[in-house]
């Protein structure tokens, strides 16, 4: 398979995109950090699911290189100096990357492992579909940096689990694992240590056998009915429905996926090394976190 950047330097690209056939596969790329999130990252991220949606792609995995999938936000980058406008500007980038994906008209599927926090945590949930290793250590801990949760967590995650055990997870901080994640509805699949991107490819297999605009208004049907009033959602279902009247859609030859168009974070770092969060003030300390394991820590 070969290596695309969107710049065109594998050696210093902090997202890698390549292409499986009609499925496009995204990569953090600073395993060496493993993967934490600079204002970069979050740009560049962006440009690779557009690119995918952009090329025809008709599934995207999203995963990370290295030993996690997303440590959050990047404790080494200098603090920002920045007035409110420019906190509020940068934050925005960060959330564009669920913006993003909840546009995309294609599936996103999030193929995760090793540590999922914060920003990596918020990214994985706002993904349609999520695999997740054996060893996978999800964390909310924003709270304990006097910072809060952005990507849309307020509404995806309590839409999930309910407001009372999210208010647990994002108060407390406490860590999950990817079984407790796939008890709770957050992950689809757990799958053994090493083999989630496999597996997130041969789930977007299964779903290229079904006509790109039935999938893309599965999609869009879910994400615009959260919160919606009853008669909000009934009456965007028949104007969702209507856009497939005499499309004579079948399994392998539906419209194509850009054509259903769906309308429509701050993260956290925890590494080894250590751990933060970012917010309007720059990155502020966390508690450092262990190294994940197929045990709960």
């Known amino acids: 398979m070969s290596t695309v950047t969107e710049t065109g330097h594998p050696e210093r690209d902090p997202v890698r995109y390549e292409r499986n056939g009609p499925v496009a596969v995204v990569e953090l790329h600073r395993p060496h950090r493993l993967n934490a999130v600079t204002d970069e990252v979050s740009r560049e991220l962006v440009g690779a699911l557009r690119r995918a949606v952009a090329e025809g792609a008709r599934a ?160 869009e049907t879910l994400d615009r009915g959260l919160g919606a009033g009853l008669e909000e959602t009934l009456a965007m279902e028949v104007d969702l429905s209507m856009r497939v009247v005499g499309t004579g859609s079948e399994p392998g030859a539906g419209t194509d996926a850009t054509e259903a168009g769906p309308g429509a974070g701050s993260g956290t770092a925890a590494d080894s090394g250590a751990g933060s969060v970012s917010g309007a003030g720059g990155p502020h300390r966390a508690p450092a976190v262990p190294r994940p394991g197929r045990r709960q820590p």
């Open 60 to 219: 995207v995995v999203l995963t990370g290189a290295g030993r996690a999938f997303c440590s959050g936000h990047d404790l080494k980058e200098p603090a920002p100096a920045e007035d409110p406008l420019a906190a509020r500007e940068r934050l925005e980038r960060l959330q564009d990357v669920t913006r993003t994906i909840k546009r995309s008209p294609v599936p996103v599927i999030a193929a995760v492992h090793g540590w999922a926090v914060g920003a990596g945590c918020e990214w994985a949930l706002a993904c349609d579909l999520v695999v997740a290793a054996e060893c996978t250590r999800f964390m909310f801990p924003e709270a304990g940096v006097g910072l809060t949760v952005t990507n849309g967590v307020s509404q995806l995650l309590a839409a999930v689990l309910g407001p009372q055990r999210a208010k647990y997870l994002l108060m407390t901080g406490s860590g999950f694992t990817a079984e407790e994640a796939r008890g709770w509805g957050l992950v689809n699949e757990v799958v053994p240590d090493g083999e989630h991107r496999r597996y997130a490819l041969e789930l977007a297999g299964r779903l290229l056998d079904k006509p790109p605009l039935a999938l893309a208004l599965a999609k």
